[in-house]
């Protein structure tokens, strides 16, 4: 991409009886709940880029993904089986605190969806324009516009938990509102991000940032995030030295957490690119910005100079700088009047 960031330069398992139901979710919001920032990068395996809008650079390897995710039309477990009965409300919490889920009829089965899986899903009580119809649908792991929209990232972390005639509730910790409802019938089998090959992990992540450039470009930082996201948690898993696709990533980062209002997260983004590349413009002056949103004046002037010195006519930076110093001026006449009433 790399798109401009803000202004222009750029980018137990539980189980516990029926009665302890609302009591778990009252504990889950005052002790689970947390900031749902952007991905960032954090190795997991499951990860699942979306495919389904983009073209790869390479065709012939487009086709491969093609047949390698989507040819077995083939259901895990027989239809004759007889779901486990439930004898007890069974409880499970996302590991990122995002939700709860109450297994209301067991599935079947020892398999869950990966990559790749095509899942046959009834789906009721989701808002108006989740992006997720009521009643029965398809939904393919890791493709698809749907992942996009503002029920897709839940929806999947939650098929990826779940068996073959699994139904479940979930409950999303500080929200009042009535649980939603999602039965998983049947789904193809996929693949985990590990049984990739290189060349398929570096297609899908170039993928995944160019779909995060048209988010980007579309007014839609949140979004992006995510797609770029899912590109790093699949380059990490390459042999060293890695992607150096990885370095635009960050900075494409740092600018949607910018946007986002998300300082800390901005600067942690840039410090990755400049690990790499010291003298990166972008992450510079990105890491600029946020220092100063944070507070940071001197490690933000550092920053900006820093920009201002190999290009000295960069507006962006030569204003963010100015503001920088006037918000240090300000700093100084607070703390010498408070100087003064201490002890004048």
Not at 22 to 41: G, S, V
Not at 79 to 94: F, G, H, M, N, T
Not at 119 to 145: D, I
């Amino acid at each position: 991409m790399e798109t401009p960031p803000v202004n222009p330069v750029e980018e137990k398992d539980t189980s516990q009886p029926q009665q302890q139901w609302e009591k778990n979710l009252d504990l889950t919001t005052q002790i689970r709940q947390q900031p749902r920032d952007p991905p960032t990068e954090i190795l997991e395996l499951r990860v699942s880029p979306d495919s389904d809008s983009q073209i790869l650079e390479n065709p012939q390897e487009t086709e491969k993904l093609a047949a390698g995710l989507e040819g077995d039309s083939k259901s895990h477990g027989s239809a004759s089986e007889v779901p486990e009965p439930l004898q007890a409300s069974d409880l499970w919490y996302c590991p990122d605190g995002s939700f709860v889920k109450k297994i209301i009829i067991r599935g079947h089965g020892l398999d869950k969806p990966k990559l790749g899986s095509r899942c046959r899903v009834q789906a009721f009580g989701f808002t108006v324009g989740s992006g997720l119809p009521e009643g029965w649908t398809e939904l393919t792991m890791g493709l698809g516009p749907w992942r996009e929209e503002t029920w897709g990232e839940l929806i999947e972390k939650c098929l990826e938990s779940m068996c073959q005639g699994e139904q479940a509730e979930l409950q999303l910790p500080g929200c009042s509102g009535p649980p939603v409802r999602l039965t998983l019938a049947s789904f193809t089998k996929g693949r985990d991000s590990w049984e990739l090959e290189a060349t398929e992990k570096e297609a899908l992540a170039r993928e995944e940032r160019a779909r995060g450039t048209e988010l980007f470009r579309a007014g839609n930082p949140e979004s992006a995030a995510r797609c770029y996201g899912r590109a790093l948690r699949l380059l990490l898993t390459l042999p060293p030295p890695g992607s150096p696709e990885r370095t635009v990533l960050h900075a494409n980062l740092a600018a949607c957490q910018l946007l986002l209002g998300q300082p800390h997260l901005a600067a942690q983004s840039c410090d990755r690119v400049l690990e790499r590349e010291p003298g990166h413009l972008k992450a510079l002056y990105r890491r600029g910005v946020a220092q100063a949103a944070l507070g940071n004046l001197e490690k933000a002037t550092a920053d900006l100079k820093k920009v201002l010195a190999v290009d000295p006519k960069n507006r962006a930076a030569q204003e963010e700088l100015g503001k920088v110093i006037i918000q240090g001026k300000k700093q100084d006449a607070g703390l010498a009047q408070g100087l003064r009433k201490m002890f004048g």
